[in-house]
DNA sequence: GGGCCTGTGT
C-alpha cells in the first residue's frame, strides 16, 4: 500500500504535468484506501487541482478540509492568483486572517501577486508589511512579487528602490523591475537596466527581451525594437517565440509601418495566433485602414469563431462601405451561433476594498450617488467644450452601446465611484480588463483638469496616467 | 523522506 509519501510525490507529479486526470484517479483512490484525512496528502490534492487549472475542485476539497495549515491556505490562495482570479484570492486571505493565522512567505507571495493583478496597493502594501523588509530584501522571489505589486500599482520609484536593495539579483527580478519600467513609460530607464544585466554578468532571456520590445511598442521606438529583436537571436541565441513576433507586429503596426507588420506574420516560423493578427488589427485600427482590417478580421473569425469583437468590427466595416448585404450576413451569422459578447470591466480599490463595475452597471450600494456625480460630470465636460467622439466608431465594439449606456462605461463608474470616496488629493488607479475606450481617455484627459486629480488606468497592456489635462501615454496606445 | 512562491506579447 502506498503510504502518504508516496501519494504526495505522485500527486506532484500529477501538477507537474498538469493530468487532471490522473490527478482525479488518485483523488478517488485515496478516499478509497482511507487516506483521506491526511493533512498533507490533502493539501497536495488541493495544490494538483490548481495547478490542473481546476479551481471549483480545490476549493470544494479545500472546504471539507477539517484541518488546514498554513501550506493549505498558501496552495488555494496560490491557486487563486495563478488562475487568474485574483479577487477569490483575496478574499481567502482575508478569511485566513480572521482565524488569526500569521501568513508565511508563500502566502505573501500569493497575495501580492493577486494585488498586483488587481491593482490593489493598500492591501498590497499592507501585506507586505506582515513581513520583516528583510525577508523581501533576501529572498528573490519575495523580493520579484513586491517589485512587481508596486510596478502594477503605478508604484514604480517605489519599486525601483525595492530592486536596487535586493541583496541579490537574478534574470527574473530583472525581467520584473524592466518590464515595470517598460509599462510605466520609462523606457529608457529598461533600456539602461539591461545593460546592468550583462554588467552583472546575468543571461538575459526571452522575457528579458519581452519587456524591452514591450518597452519600445509604448514608446514608439521602431528602430531599438528591431535591434533588440535582432540581438535576441543573432547576439543571445535565444529563438524568438510567438510571444516576441507578437511584440514585433505590435510594434510596427502602432507605427503605422502596417504592410511590414503584415509581412513579419507571414514570415513567421509558426503559425500566427488570434493574438498576433490582433496587434496588426490594433494598427489597422489606429491607422484606420479598413482594407487591411477587413482581411485580418477574416482570419481572427477563422481562428477564433466565438470572439464576438471580431464579427462586430468586420460587419461594421461592411457597413461602412456600403456593404449591406455582407454586413447583414455576418451579424446574422452571430446570432446564429449564440455569440455573446466579452462584457468591459473596471476595479478600484477604496480603503482595502476592491469594487468591481461593469458597463451600465448599477449592482453597486452607492449606484445612484455614482450615476449623480456621473451627470454633473458630463455637465462640467460639456462646459469644457468636450463633445462624446463618434470618430472610433468602426474600430469600436462598443460602439453601438453608447447610446443605450451613454458615459456609463465601467471605468467611468469606478471614476465617479472614486471621486465621490475619496478626498480631493488622493490618487484615484484604476484597472480595466479591455483597452481603455477611446471616448473615455479623452474624457479621463478633462476629468483630471476640472476636478484637480491625478487618476491612473491600467487597462490591458499599459498605464494611462492622467494629469492636468494630458496622459502619460500621449494619446500612443 | 513529504505538501504551497516571483517575471512573460493583444
Redesign the pocket.
Known sequence: MP???????A??AC?QLRDLGAGDWIHKYVVDIGMGR???????LV?MY??CGSMEKARALFEEMPE????????I???Y??NGLPKEALEIFQRMQKQSLRP???????V??AC??LGALQLGESASSMMDRNEFLS???????L??MY??CGKMVVAWEVFTDMKEK???????VI??LA?TGHVKAAFSCFGLVQKCGLKP????F??L??GC??AGLVDDGRCYFYAMSHLYCLDP???????MV?LLARAGLLDEAHRTILSMPMKA????W??LL?GCRLHRDTQLAEHVLKQLIELEPWNSGNYVLLSNIYSANQKWDESENIRSLMNKKGIQKVRGYSWIEIDGVVHEFLVGDTAHPMSENIYAKLMELTKELRAAGYVPTTEFVLFDIEEEEKEHFLGCHSEKLALAFGLISTKSNVVIRIVKNL?VCGDCHTAFKLISKITCREIIVRD???FHHFMDGSCSCRDYW
Open positions: 503510504d502518504s509519501y508516496t501519494l504526495v510525490r500527486l506532484s501538477s491526511n493533512g498533507f496528502v490533502n493539501t497536495s495544490d490548481a495547478k488546514k495549515d498554513i501550506v493549505t491556505w498558501g496552495a490562495i496560490q491557486g492568483a495563478a508565511d512567505c508563500y502566502v505573501i507571495v500569493g501580492l501577486s498586483a493583478r529572498n528573490p522571489v519575495m523580493g520579484t512579487a517589485v512587481d510596478a502594477k537574478d534574470i527574473i527580478i530583472f525581467n520584473a518590464s515595470g509599462m532571456d526571452g522575457n528579458t519581452l519587456g520590445l514591450c511598442t509604448h517565440t510567438i510571444e516576441h513576433y507578437g511584440s505590435d495566433n488570434a493574438i498576433v490582433g496587434a490594433g483597452r490591458t497592456n499599459r
